[in-house]
């Protein structure tokens, strides 16, 4: 391991000193809430390479998770060419390196036999799933199966392998399910191909799996066998979690299902099957009324009404509205407004009536698209793959704000705190925001 002397008492000190408020937090994959919302109301507007930008920093390699944020340190998970996996530690207002974890190593298969195991999109490696931190501990999950548990003090407590406990990963395209922290727990999923059609191969399962958080003793797994056919089953995304009825739901999307599960025993609450569609990258996301999906493979763009979703079986008239035209493959959904916005992969914005799915407006932003957009301060950040972000008013009339450019590759969505807007590029770490 490469360690620097630095830890979490250090970074305490560095926000008394500055003087920085702690603003809202960016705990994990598409925030601490899980909606790609944040509650900054003063972001940046503009940048490029030579303005606005408070620090760059370089990465011991890289990846497709999200910088993740508590407090005064930026957390984020790199693979080297060398096929080690780091997990690093940030100063967030100074870019200052407080540590580097080496956590372990793995390979990255380019080419596999088809359906028997995974092998990786060239977009992606083993640091596409996002770390989640919850006060002093840190969750690591790598697309080897590695999923790793440490303190800001770089000492790690505990290490499971993932793959070795509960069968090779046999999605298609790489595993990508970022983990979340609930209720003393860290919760993975694993949404994949179960090879059922295959003559003579043994089912594999789908499950979600529970551990504790201080111990990594296993607290419950839950097997998730949809019946979604071959690369149908396959899914990159990562649960809702949502107080309701006086517990901690789960929410899944992928397998051709909708669903829930009790954070506390992995009891299924709740499911609406028969989405059928594809493989399903796109995440789900939920306001105080409804869930907000996309059936897989560019599949139509859904809202799920809550009222509706109780337990058992959800029936079809849950489903308010369904649109087919210009959904996305990859970026998820944010909701701001009581409007819908979405991305496709291939650069059409569009703007929906959350309540009723209606067009409002639907805009060419050019590029290709795979990081999620995010929200703040009434405005919608597009940012695609070429370092290119637009910045929307998150309006009923289409307002394109401005245009940002970095010099760098973007496949990771932003993470916004304090002020300022975290980007994670192939190259560099940047901090978007005015000098302090």
Not at 18 to 24: E, I, L, M, S
Not at 202 to 228: F, I, N, Q
């Amino acid at each position: 391991m490469m360690n620097r002397p630095c830890g979490v008492a250090l970074l305490l000190v560095l926000a008394a000193m500055t003087g920085f408020a702690v603003g809202d937090d960016w705990r994990a994959w598409r925030g601490g809430r899980g909606d790609g919302v944040s509650l900054e109301t003063d972001v940046p507007l503009t940048w490029s390479d030579s303005e606005n930008i408070r620090w760059k920093a370089d990465l011991p390699g890289w990846g497709g998770s999200t910088p993740i944020i508590q407090d005064a340190g930026l957390i984020i998970t790199s693979q080297d060419a060398e096929g080690r996996l780091f997990l690093q530690l940030f100063d967030k207002n100074y870019g200052s390196p407080l540590r580097t974890l080496e956590v372990g190593t793995g390979e990255v298969p380019r080419e596999a036999p088809k359906r028997l195991k995974q092998k990786f999109h060239p977009l992606h490696n083993l640091a596409s799933p996002s770390p989640t931190v919850h006060h002093k501990w840190i969750a690591a999950h790598f697309g080897n199966g590695i999923l790793a548990v440490y303190d800001f003090e770089g000492n790690q407590l505990w290490q499971r392998d993932l793959q070795k406990e509960y069968g090779a990963y046999t999605i298609w395209w790489g595993h990508a399910n970022s983990p979340v922290i609930v209720d003393g727990k860290v919760i993975s999923v694993c949404m994949q191909d179960s090879l059922a059609d295959l003559e003579g191969q043994k089912p594999v399962e789908s499950y979600l799996v529970a551990h504790d958080l201080k111990t990594g003793d296993l607290v419950w797994k839950t097997k998730r066998m949809t019946g979604a056919p071959s690369e149908q089953a396959d899914a990159y995304t990562t649960p809702l979690v949502r107080q309701r009825n006086g517990r901690t739901e789960l929410i899944v999307m992928g397998g051709n299902q909708l669903d829930a599960y009790d954070a506390k025993t992995g009891e299924q609450i709740w499911y609406l099957p028969g989405l059928e569609g594809g493989r399903t990258v796109t995440g789900p996301t939920i306001d105080d009324q409804r869930i907000y999906c996309t059936r897989g493979m560019r599949g139509p763009a859904l809202a799920v009404d809550l009222s509706q979703v109780k337990t058992g079986r959800v029936p079809d008239s849950a489903i308010v509205w369904e649109e087919k035209q210009s959904t996305p493959d990859t970026p998820s959904p944010v909701v701001v407004n009581g409007l819908l916005f979405t991305v496709t992969d291939d650069g059409i914005a569009v703007c929906r009536d959350a309540e009723t799915g209606e067009l409002v407006w639907k805009e060419r932003l050019g590029g290709k698209f795979k990081a999620s957009p995010v929200a703040a301060a009434n405005r919608v950040y597009f940012l695609n793959t070429d370092g290119l972000c637009s910045v929307v008013a998150a309006d009923r009339e289409f307002q394109k704000l401005a245009e940002n450019k970095l010099d760098d590759e973007t496949i990771a969505s932003p993470a916004i705190s304090d002020g300022c807007i975290y980007i994670r590029g192939r190259k560099h770490l940047y901090c978007i925001g005015k000098a302090p």
